[in-house]
């Protein structure tokens, strides 16, 4: 069974600093994707970047990109020059390849950025 | 191009009632897939739908059901609610952008059950 795992329950960082946010998996599927998500207050997941698991490159999209390792199994989230605005919990999730869309989430982080 | 929209965002239900909530996908999309987050479970997978046929369903007992319609619009329905039921109920829809499914989410349904 797949299982995603962030062992951060929260981060503390100072505005501008660049932080990581760690997610490791477990799958025994060849084809995967890993998504991660921030989700303020407000309750919506709000859709930050991808990574396939035949990518070689490591995605990135803006300030984030994903450190993909996949002997170690690890997909963390970087961010970097962090702002007030990006005080949300972090998910990381997984998808089994195929046409389903059933994703599976890790417990999340709860990141704070401090003025 | 709008977003995935859900009503009600909030719905206040008796232990016993029947609750039915609808998600409209992001136009084009046609897979629309419903989670349950609570403090306790995290986020956790209800079911899938594709093209009115659910392609997937999660580990919820039966009063947990779903339809999708021929616009791809989707409701999701409990029945014989209980007080653990209480969640934020997310709808997300699919599609599939070159080699990567994107899959984007409502802002959620948050049920209170007393």
């Known amino acids: 069974a797949q299982k995603i795992t962030q062992t951060q329950p929260g981060m503390f960082v100072q505005e501008k600093e660049a932080v990581t946010l760690d997610c490791t998996y477990d799958?025994?599927?060849?084809?995967?994707?890993l998504f991660w998500y921030k989700q303020p207050s407000s309750g919506e997941m709000i859709f930050l970047i991808y990574?396939?698991?035949?990518?070689?490159q490591n995605a990135t999209e803006g300030r984030y990109s994903l450190n993909f390792q996949k002997a170690r199994k690890s997909a963390n989230l970087v961010i970097s020059a962090s702002q007030l605005g990006d005080s949300a919990m972090y998910f990381c999730?997984?998808?089994?390849?195929?046409?389903?869309?059933?994703?599976?989430f890790g417990q999340g982080t709860r990141l704070t950025i401090n003025p | 191009k709008a977003g995935v929209t859900q009503t009600p965002r909030y719905l206040i239900k008796t232990r016993g009632q029947q609750v039915t909530l609808s998600c409209s996908p992001i136009?084009?999309?046609?897979?629309v897939s419903w989670y349950q987050q609570t403090p306790g479970q995290g986020l956790q997978f209800l079911f899938e739908?594709?093209?009115?046929?659910?392609?997937n369903k999660g580990n919820f007992p039966g009063r947990f059901s779903g339809r999708q319609f021929s616009n791809s619009r989707s409701e999701m329905n409990v029945s014989t609610l209980e007080l653990g039921d209480s969640a934020l109920y997310l709808c997300?829809?699919?599609?599939?952008?070159?080699?990567?499914?994107?899959?984007?989410f409502g802002p959620g349904t948050r049920l209170t059950v007393t």
């Open positions: 990574q396939g698991s035949y990518d070689e």
């Open positions: 136009s084009g999309h046609r897979s």
């Open positions: 997300a829809s699919s599609y599939l952008a070159g080699v990567i499914y994107e899959q984007y």
């Open positions: 999730a997984m998808r089994e390849g195929g046409g389903a869309q059933k994703l599976v």
């Open positions: 799958t025994s599927d060849q084809s995967y994707g």
């Open positions: 739908y594709f093209s009115e046929t659910q392609r």
